[in-house]
C-alpha cells in the first residue's frame, strides 16, 4: 500500500520493517524508556516480537495509521518511534497520537515535533479534528508534550488495569 510521507523539520516517519527488530528492542528493553507504557515492564525478544506483529497489524487501519520509526533527516539515525494509533476508550473509536523516543534523544524536542507533525496530518488529510494521547499520570513528560499541541486532560481511565490519564485536544 503506498502511503503518504509524514514528516517534520528534522523528522521523517516510515513504517517499521522486520531489519527494525533490534531498534525496536533497544526501545521494549529500556526500562526508562518503557516505564510509563503499559504495565511498565521491558520486554524479551518474544513480547518484542509480539509487539512488532501489533504495529503491523495497526497498518491495516488505513493511511499512515500506526507506530512509525522516527529517523533523523539529517544523519539518519533512527530516535524513536510516533504514529496515529487506533483505540477503543469507553467503546468509542479514538486516534491516539503516541510517541515514544530512544532516552539518548530526550530533552531535544523531539517528542513535541513529531506530535505536531501527526496532529497537523492527522487535521489535514485524515480530517480529523479530535485526538487523544493516553498517558500514565506520573509521566509529566508525556504530559507537558500534550499541552504543547493544545490537549487537556479529558477524563481519567484504567486501560490494562494502570491508571490512565486521556488527554484530547477537542
Do not use: C
Request: aromatic letters at 10%; charged letters at 25%; a neutral charge.
Amino acid at each position: 500500500m503506498l502511503r503518504l510521507s509524514i514528516t517534520s523539520e528534522r523528522l521523517l516517519f516510515r513504517p517499521y520493517n522486520d531489519n527494525d527488530f533490534e531498534f525496536l528492542m533497544s526501545l521494549l528493553s529500556d526500562p526508562e524508556v518503557v516505564r510509563f507504557i503499559g504495565d511498565g515492564k521491558t520486554r524479551d525478544k518474544n513480547g518484542g516480537k509480539n509487539f512488532l506483529n501489533w504495529i503491523y497489524s495497526t497498518y491495516e487501519f488505513g493511511e499512515a495509521m500506526g507506530l512509525m520509526v522516527l529517523v533523523n533527516k539529517e544523519d539518519n539515525t533512527l530516535i524513536g518511534h510516533a504514529g496515529l494509533v487506533p483505540q477503543t476508550i469507553d467503546g468509542n473509536k479514538e486516534i491516539e497520537i503516541g510517541y515514544w523516543i530512544s532516552r539518548k534523544y530526550w530533552g531535544k524536542g523531539y517528542a513535541t515535533e513529531a506530535a505536531k507533525a501527526l496532529l497537523k496530518y492527522g487535521n489535514k488529510h485524515l480530517d480529523k479534528q479530535r485526538f487523544i494521547a493516553l498517558i500514565q499520570p506520573n509521566n509529566l513528560s508525556s504530559q507537558k508534550v500534550a499541552r504543547k499541541i493544545g490537549m487537556e486532560l479529558d477524563k481519567e481511565i484504567v486501560l490494562g488495569e494502570q491508571d490512565v490519564n486521556v488527554y484530547s485536544n477537542k
